[in-house]
């Protein structure tokens, strides 16, 4: 093995199973900690004008259709809860094997074979929330999908998250009569949630096995794997709509928001016991 080869092997060990032996972080390699800040940014930007987008879509659609207006009217009286969740975890693993095959007579060959593995894990989650009021939504709009500068993005990024098709599927029927909702902020409205939820996981892995061959004893055969790494990214959004005041939302919204919240911390920990 040349010096070349021996040090392409020893780098590619060292960064492989350093993975899990510290806090990672939420830009993807080779970005920086200005890239980080730069992809934060952008994310929340792109989500503020997703549901800004569609609020005024839907107070501009209500103009065609006045069975909509007064249920626009009284949604000016709920707020909306966004829980965003950028979850990095990390692992790594060294697992050397080696083979040993002494003299041994023809008719009883022996070998013996042994191993170790160490593997670390580390897990980091960062959650924004913020709270809008519908009304301060109703004629807002911006560009969604804007890229953040620099080499780092999220799928939360995208031009369409979908929320805008929930709102309709669910607000529009509304406005063709085909179904018939409270519109007294007081009444049955006022227990009434919205609850829309996008999640997204990307997971990269590698590997890297350095064998070595000598008359008497094989270090990592064909089949082990010397060195590994995962990087598991899961962007998730939560949006809850819903009664709420100017510092929140109130009653059972905010009990849905809240259990969206937990009901995601449960679903990260499961994931992370199972390996999954």
């Not at 899990?20 to 952008?42: K, R, S």
């Not at 960062?126 to 009021?133: E, G, H, P, R, T």
């Amino acid at each position: 093995m040349s010096a070349m080869q021996r040090s392409f092997a020893y780098f590619g060990i060292l960064l492989l199973s350093g993975c899990g032996t510290y806090v990672p972080d939420t830009q993807d390699f080779p970005g920086n900690q200005v890239d980080q800040q730069l992809l934060v940014g952008a994310v929340i930007q792109s989500i503020h004008c997703e549901v800004g987008n569609a609020i005024s879509s839907l107070y501009e659609k209500a103009k065609q259709y006045p069975d909509m207006r007064p249920m626009t009217k009284a949604l000016e009286s709920w707020g909306m809860q966004l829980t965003l969740s950028l979850k990095t975890e990390e692992k790594g693993a060294l697992s050397p094997a080696v083979v040993w095959t002494p003299p041994s007579p023809a008719t009883a060959l022996f070998s013996m074979s042994g191993g170790l593995t160490a593997s670390a894990d580390a897990i980091r989650t960062d959650k924004i929330y913020f709270y809008y009021l519908i009304k301060d939504l109703k004629h807002y709009r911006c560009p969604t999908g804007v890229q953040p500068r620099g080499p780092v993005s999220s799928p939360l990024i995208q031009n369409s998250l979908k929320f805008h098709d929930y709102l309709f599927d669910v607000l529009l029927p509304v406005g063709n009569g085909e179904i018939n909702l409270p519109t007294n902020p007081a009444g049955a409205l006022s227990t009434n949630v919205l609850y829309y939820e996008v999640s997204f996981e990307i997971i990269n892995s590698g590997n890297l096995t350095p064998a070595w061959t000598f008359t008497r004893v094989v270090v990592n055969p064909a089949g082990t794997t010397f060195a590994s790494a995962t990087r598991d990214r899961t962007h998730d959004l939560q949006i809850t709509m819903g009664p709420g005041n100017t510092i929140g939302l109130t009653g059972p919204a905010q009990t849905a928001q809240l259990s969206g919240d937990v009901g995601l911390s449960v679903a990260n920990s499961v994931r992370t016991l199972t390996g999954r």
